[in-house]
């Protein structure tokens, strides 16, 4: 998944996504304040925003409502040093209110974990077909699967979000630390060996096209 900081120190960034590596597969951009923040919201989809309170509630609202308006599901997490400002930021759309969390970044992963939880795991397991995000490995009846890199995240990524249809676009902006270098021929390409390498294994496929949408994981 996609995930954009806005006003953490690139230190800290860093040890946040240490913690949630942990968890998922993700890529982390840093945005400097919400200024900076819309730069990337214009251009690439995000799963999940954590924005530093500022103490500019007009501006945070605003901005709050431009990422709902773009993706209804994007969640929202605010991190504020004021307990007693909490009511507020859910007022203005906030899903969750995180207080004091300067020191505690495995806190901030673990709410993250929490506030994900419907969309991500650390293992697909169905029947015969195991899939181990954590450890990037794939077995089928008790055979190994063998698929590297972003041919495993795309699987991966469309096996947490089953029967949910995604397009290349959101695929690349999910998997790609620059979405914007990267054609949509590279999904196209990198779907294919996963069916070949899959079908080889299992007889059936588990990538189906949904015409004019994109692509989704049935099993």
Known sequence: MRI???GLNDDYVK???DELDRYFICIVDNAKDLYDATNFTDFRHYELV???DEGVNFSLERYINEVKRKKSETKIIVLTEDFKSQPLFFNIGADDVICNHCEHPDLIAARVLANMR???GTKVDIGKLV???ANKRIEYD???ISLNGKTFDILAYLALRKQRVFSKDE???ALWEEPEYVSDNTVEVAINQIRKRLKNILGFQVIHTVRRRGYKFAY
């Open 171 to 173: 695929i690349i902006n």
């Open 4 to 6: 954009l900081t806005v």
């Open 142 to 144: 008790e055979k190994i």
């Open 131 to 133: 899939i181990d995000i």
């Open 118 to 120: 419907h969309l991500f």
């Open 50 to 52: 954590l924005v530093v």
């Open 15 to 17: 040890k946040l996504e």
